[in-house]
């Protein structure tokens, strides 16, 4: 590398583990160049202190499952430049793994300008990612034991799932809580139903006739106390969340720029309070316009990528990063594979479900995506609508515009008149020419 010009003469690298870490600073800087500290705060401030006295301007790391947070959090408090990396950029040469060599290959690779830092959101959105990120847990959690619910009353061959859609709506929870206090009568528990439910008393009534055995209604109880502690835990979540998205700077006035009203009915998971519009002043824009995007996947995108469009340079660049652009491998002058890198990007994962959800659409994106399944596919067609999606979001809060779906029909004239301006540009090569059958 000695014809290669050192870009960060003040270079540091770090080899994080769960116990240790190896630190190495250019050799001129100390006796001993590479160090190991523990994994203790204050081996940590040791560890900070050590590459302070060193003249150490910035430090590059690997993004070690969640050992490097720590780390990557008090350096950065110090002043310190530091360079988060994906493990992937900084492989090594076959049969050269061990701590002192990673960490001094990383510093090496770093003096050289050959890092580049991953993407890390602001401090609030970051603190915002926790909160969301714990929410989706808690939702998570909470589902396995709506299933042990479905399966408890299974073994009691109580069919409620048969006569009503959601067993942990209001008829569902009021029927099981009753079960669990002794109340095992059909006609009794059939009295639970909301007006607005199809199935009537009498069916309900039948669907509750069961053989109700204390192993089953023990599991029952155990299942329902479970699911209400996790839903209490999601609503003390849900606090936070109003209380963080408070401490954002208002982008928009919603009195003078008020929210056309809701489209979509809203997902049962979603918090107490008004998500849709904390989300429209925080972005400035209305990201639930955007056809199959509701407001749980909007705070999880906002989460993941934050306000900030220009740590992506270009569209491009940010559908890049989200793993939705083809990674062309272009060997002797031709493209020879074109898949999508594979990512563990939560917010690419929330494009996809987005992506799915306009499948029977009457608009624009559903269009898209039905044109795309019927040439390449449903998997392929799900990543080129979410990359559709990604480019719309980047360009409004970039922007700040919002989205005007043209609908359907627009998008398949259009389709149409390309259509037609390549068959006339096809037959020009050939000396030929279009002419319409009207004429």
């Known amino acids: 590398m000695d014809s290669l010009a050192q870009i960060n003469l003040n270079a540091a690298g770090l080899d994080i583990g769960a116990a240790e870490i190896w630190a190495c600073v250019p050799e001129e800087r100390d006796e001993v160049s590479v160090r190991v500290f523990k994994t203790y705060t204050i081996d940590l401030q040791g560890l900070a202190d050590w590459l302070g006295a060193c003249g150490v301007e910035t430090v590059a790391m690997e993004s070690t499952g969640v050992y490097w947070l720590p780390v990557y959090e008090i350096l950065e408090e110090r002043g310190f430049e530091v360079y988060l990396v994906n493990a992937r950029h900084t492989k090594n040469v076959s049969g050269r793994k061990t701590d002192i060599l990673d960490c001094q290959w990383i510093q090496q690779l770093h003096t050289y300008g050959l890092l580049r830092a991953s993407f890390q959101p602001a401090e609030e959105i970051a603190t915002l990612r926790a909160y969301v990120r714990q929410q989706q847990n808690l939702i998570r959690y909470r589902s396995a034991h709506i299933q042990h619910l479905q399966k408890a009353l299974q073994l009691m061959n109580l069919q409620l799932t048969q006569v009503i859609s959601d067993i942990t709506g209001e008829t569902g929870l009021q029927i099981i809580r009753a079960i669990v206090a002794g109340e095992q009568d059909p006609v009794k528990l059939a009295q639970f139903r909301n007006p607005r439910c199809h199935s009537s008393e009498a069916e ?10 204390a ?10 106390e479970l699911y209400d502690f996790y839903t209490e835990q999601i609503r003390a979540c849900d606090t936070q969340l109003e209380q963080q998205y408070a401490l954002f700077t208002p982008q928009v006035d919603v009195e003078a720029q008020p929210l056309p009203p809701r489209q979509r009915r809203g997902s049962p998971n979603e918090p107490d309070f008004d998500l849709r519009t904390s989300l429209y002043q925080m972005t400035g824009v209305d990201l639930t316009r955007i056809d199959g995007l509701n407001t749980l996947t909007v705070q999880t995108i906002i989460s993941e ?3 900030d469009m220009s740590c992506w340079p270009t569209v491009k660049h940010f559908t890049a990063w989200l793993g939705l652009a083809p990674n062309n491998k272009i060997t002797g002058g031709k493209v020879r594979r074109r898949e999508t890198k594979k990512t563990t990007n939560r917010a690419a994962t929330a494009l996809r479900l987005g992506a799915q959800a306009v499948s029977r659409s009457d608009s624009a994106l559903g269009a898209f995506y039905r044109r795309k399944r019927a040439q390449l596919g449903a998997p392929k067609a799900i990543t080129a609508t979410a990359h559709r999606i990604a480019r719309i979001i980047y360009v409004m809060l970039k922007n700040k515009t919002e989205y005007h779906d043209p609908g359907a029909d627009y998008y398949e004239e259009q389709h149409r008149q390309r259509a037609i301006a390549n068959l006339k540009r096809k037959a020009k090569k050939l000396g030929l020419e279009v002419v319409s059958a009207a004429a």
């Open 215 to 224: 192993e089953h209604l023990f599991a029952l109880r155990q299942a329902l």
């Open 204 to 213: 309900i009534a039948k669907a509750l006739q069961g053989n109700y055995r």
């Open 305 to 307: 990528i934050g306000l």
